[in-house]
């Protein structure tokens, strides 16, 4: 059974801050998924890595794949109030996407 | 080019009664997928739609069915609602392939 493990789940953090959003997942898979979710709002991909040492960046918001470990990180630089939301990555198994229970990030101005 | 479309956006329905959700994908996205989004369980799978075959089924009962049609729209029915089955139901799209998937802005179900 493939499973998805985010940490932490909930964060809180300064504005002007680093912080790093960790995803591991159970089995062998060749994507992975971040979105972004405000609330009461549905989920906005933010990137899709496909390759092992793929890396993606949008802003103050970075992605990476090592599939060998099974791990994906998102890495936010320099926090701003704005990237307050919850985060899900995600895998696929079979095209059944499989979400990590979501981080839920709380920027502090 | 247009999203994803749910409908509808809002339902209230009474234990019992049942009630069919549509997503409508963006034009050439011939996979949708339907989620359940709870505050206790998160994001579950329901299942997954391309080309009018279910080709993937996530472990929810009976009661939660769904189809495909031609154009890909694809629609779900619950029967006999229960007061857990009020969340959020979010469909996704996708081309196919190794492609990501968009999200419609979701049904938000209340059971009363």
């Known amino acids: 059974e493939l499973k998805v493990e985010q940490n932490p789940l909930f964060l809180s953090m300064q504005e002007g801050k680093n912080y790093t959003i960790y995803c591991n997942y159970s089995t062998t898979s060749d994507r992975l998924y971040w979105y972004r979710q405000d609330p009461g709002k549905s989920l906005e991909s933010l990137f899709v890595l496909l390759s092992n040492g793929a890396v993606k960046q949008e802003g103050r918001l970075m992605a990476s794949l090592d599939t060998k470990a099974r791990l994906s990180t998102l890495h936010i630089t320099a926090a701003v109030h704005d990237l307050s939301a919850t985060y899900f990555c995600a895998t696929t198994l079979d095209d059944k996407i499989i979400f990590g229970k979501g981080t839920r990030l709380h920027i502090l101005p | 080019k247009a999203g994803v479309t749910q409908t509808p956006r809002y339902l209230i329905k009474t234990r019992g009664q049942q009630v069919t959700l549509s997503c409508s994908p963006i034009s050439g996205h011939r996979s949708v997928s339907w989620y359940q989004q709870t505050p206790g369980q998160g994001l579950q799978f329901l299942f997954e739609y391309f080309s009018e075959t279910q080709r993937n089924k996530g472990n929810f009962p009976g009661r939660f069915s769904g189809r495909q049609f031609s154009n890909s729209r694809s629609e779900m029915n619950v029967s006999t609602l229960e007061l857990g089955d009020s969340a959020l139901y979010l469909c996704?799209?996708?081309?196919?392939?190794?492609?990501?998937?968009?999200f419609g802005s979701g049904t938000r179900l209340t059971v009363v």
């Open positions: 996704a799209t996708s081309p196919g392939g190794r492609r990501g998937y968009t």
